[in-house]
């Protein structure tokens, strides 16, 4: 018998703990970007404490302006303590989430300004396969998953496995896919729980920035991240496509040999291609790596020129 218990958040002092739960467990250990979503403003205890209470505001505050029948919030409690451990958020989308294409994040959070600018720039790459995917005719109902932590002290214990039971039976009751976009700690997780990895995104500057943006990289930077689909029910049946973007990617393509139906004259530096994960590695100083892998995404999205790739 689990020594936890999965029910959907109700109360603010329940996401308040959630929160608590976040600013511990993104210093153990420590993930710089986090902090684009969390920010503490300084290092002293004073500003750290500002920084959780404004966390916790806002969160509530979009909680309250979120549809409850499209935006999931879960919590794990440990039942002898009757602490949270645990907290995930799930939204369901019926259609196609990104009309406009890729979207163009508010981090309204942070002041006005290049730190603001760069924070919306990293999240905007990291939702770029997500939002390419749903666009046009590859657009479908799906679960996908904005939120996820688990305690440090509650790690490897079954909490972040009870969190993805219960997005999963949701899943295949509903009969939808599930998106994710995770880093390496997640990633192993959400294989377990019939997720794959299409694609890794390594996030980027793009070219003519000024040298504030190099010193948010080296402490804001994202990792890698890894989008992750699971099919219909986790399994996908022979005849079926093995991707969300059809069957594009149904064979090993030769970089040489198709370059110039993505963009002629361009040095586009190797793809690698491992089962169905598809990098990008980009050394042209001609053209940024973000217009580079936009435009291969797209490509292999099948979407032609029908969203702004700029």
């Known amino acids: 018998m689990s020594d936890y218990t999965v029910r959907r958040l109700k109360t603010r002092e329940q996401l308040d703990a959630v929160v ?32 959780v209470a404004a966390s ?19 919590i794990v409690e440990e039942k002898e303590s009757l602490k949270i451990v645990g907290g995930c958020l799930w939204r369901w989308h019926d259609g196609n989430p990104f009309p406009d294409g890729i979207p163009k994040p508010s981090v309204y959070w942070w002041p006005e ?28 109902c799906y679960l996908g998953l904005y939120m996820m932590v688990v305690h ?28 994710i976009e995770a880093n390496e700690l997640g990633r192993h997780l959400y294989e377990k729980w019939g997720y794959r990895v299409v ?4 996030l980027f500057i793009p070219s003519h920035k000024s ?36 069957t594009f990617l149904s064979h090993e393509i030769s970089l040489e040999d198709t370059a110039d ?18 990098e990008h590695q980009s050394h042209n100083p001609r053209i940024s790596r973000y217009q580079t892998i936009q435009h291969i995404i797209a490509k292999v999205l099948d979407i032609g020129d029908t969203v702004d790739l700029a």
């Not at 993930?31 to 205890?45: D, T």
């Not at 290049?114 to 046009?136: D, K, N, V, Y």
């Not at 930077?221 to 022979?238: F, S």
């Open 20 to 51: 608590d739960v976040i600013f511990k467990a993104q210093y153990s250990p420590y993930m710089p970007s986090s902090s684009i979503f969390f920010p503490v403003a300084g290092y002293s205890l004073e500003e750290r404490t500002a920084g």
């Open 56 to 74: 916790k505001e806002r969160l509530w505050k979009e909680h309250l302006a979120a549809n409850p029948a499209t935006n999931h919030w879960i």
């Open 113 to 140: 300004g290049e730190a603001r600018e760069f924070c919306e720039e990293m999240i905007r790459q990291s939702m770029t396969p997500r939002s390419l995917w749903m666009h046009g005719r590859n657009a479908a």
């Open 152 to 179: 440090p002290d509650h790690r490897s214990r079954g909490v972040g496995g009870l969190m993805m039971e219960w997005a999963n039976t949701r899943i295949d009751e509903m009969g939808i896919e599930g998106f």
């Open 199 to 202: 694609m890794k995104l390594d």
């Open 211 to 246: 040298d504030l943006w190099n010193k948010l990289a080296h402490e804001l930077k994202m990792p890698p991240w890894y989008a992750m689909w699971r099919p219909l029910n986790g399994i996908v049946e022979e005849g079926e496509r093995t991707r969300p973007w059809q």
């Open 261 to 278: 139906n993505f963009l002629p004259d361009v040095d586009y530096g190797k793809h690698i291609w491992n089962d169905d994960c598809l």
